[in-house]
């Protein structure tokens, strides 16, 4: 019998929750994140289960693991865990693990107010501002280079009928189901219908369409739908209700989510380069986006997005993995 111990920091990211495990990571083999995260996902897998699903976590959770930099170019490297699998590129994670890292003095940046961090989808810079008490109070992210990936693919939908969808890259492949004829916005439907009509859109998008990053082939599959709709606030840009693993909704406006969103406005002419894109999550929370650079990514127009929003932590977290607990690894109902 074996018992692991995982020592976190809870937190949540504009009210989606960021489990950051500083301490009780495996040793991962690899010259880089993306290797590392082969790796992970071959041997450790158990980890994200454990601590993600029910009985220590829960539908919406997400989290990161700290590793030490694989080099000198970096202040810290993260891999991402949650419910859906260990993502490539994560926002709301990466706003949160800032913050404990920062708030917490884990990890002490080479430059104040700035942090390097290497993720397995590559380089995201973070700066952070405090509040007058030394608290992390907002967080800004320069994220990958995020690109529309293919405009007005056809899927049936058994509950909605037919609808047209855009599928963009940010970080991971969103389908972005804008408002058409079979439906009418995210303002009118709850959250369960949300979640109920989204893994069958996901799998049928995915059997019938191929999604693979441009230069690298491990980052591939629709992983996100991204429902879209009417604003709350009128002075917002857009409001989204992203799906992730089975049954959850981002109640953040989603890091990546806003990334592929503002790729696939800046495609079709509706952002430019500096310009504000404040985005709404289901629950109202907001990021602000913003087209830091306008790049290519082999053959696609790209823009390299930032993100900016807060996080607050709510507590510390010291948690086992038993192996004669017979839901040690989790479980889904
Ligand atoms: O913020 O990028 C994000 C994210 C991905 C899944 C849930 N949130």
């Not at 490539?88 to 961090?117: D, N, Q, S, Y």
Request: glycine fraction near 8%.
């Amino acid at each position: 019998m074996s018992c692991k111990t995982f020592f976190c920091v809870d937190a949540h990211t504009c009210g989606n929750p960021v489990r950051v495990i500083c301490g009780g990571a495996p040793l991962l083999k690899g010259a880089n994140m993306s290797e590392k995260r082969q790796h992970f996902l071959r041997e450790f897998d158990w980890i994200r289960k454990g601590l993600m699903f029910e009985p220590r976590g829960h539908d919406m959770m997400s989290g990161t693991i700290i590793f030490e930099p694989s080099s000198d170019e970096f202040d810290v490297s993260i891999l991402f865990i949650e419910t859906s699998g260990c993502l490539p590129m994560c926002g709301h994670g990466t706003i949160g693990t800032v913050t404990v890292l920062i708030e917490k003095e884990i990890v002490t940046p080479k430059v104040e107010g700035t942090l390097r961090i290497e993720t397995p989808a590559g380089l995201v810079v973070a700066t952070y501002t405090r509040d007058d008490k030394n608290r992390v109070k907002s967080v800004k992210i320069v994220n990958i280079a995020s690109f529309l990936h293919s405009e007005k693919l056809e899927i049936e939908s058994s509950t909605l009928g037919k609808l047209t969808v855009d599928v963009a890259y940010g970080g991971n492949f969103y389908a972005i189901v804008d408002p058409q004829e079979n439906f009418t916005g995210i303002e009118d439907f709850k959250a369960a219908e949300l979640i109920a009509m989204s893994a069958e859109l996901r799998e049928r998008l995915n059997e019938k369409y191929s999604f693979v990053h441009p230069l690298n082939e491990t980052i591939n599959g629709l992983s996100h739908i991204e429902w879209t709709g009417k604003t709350i606030d009128e002075s917002s840009s857009a409001r989204n209700a992203v799906f992730y693993g089975e049954k959850a909704i981002d109640r953040s406006p989603c890091g990546t989510g806003t990334s592929a969103r503002m790729a696939q406005w800046y495609s079709k002419g509706k952002l430019n380069k500096n310009e504000d894109f404040i985005h709404e999550s289901f629950i109202g929370s907001k990021f602000i986006g913003r087209i830091e650079e306008e790049v290519t990514l082999g053959s696609y127009k790209a823009i390299i997005p930032s993100i900016e929003g807060w996080a607050k932590i709510t507590g510390l977290n010291t948690i086992t993995i038993d192996d004669d607990d017979p839901y040690a690894h989790g479980f889904v109902v």
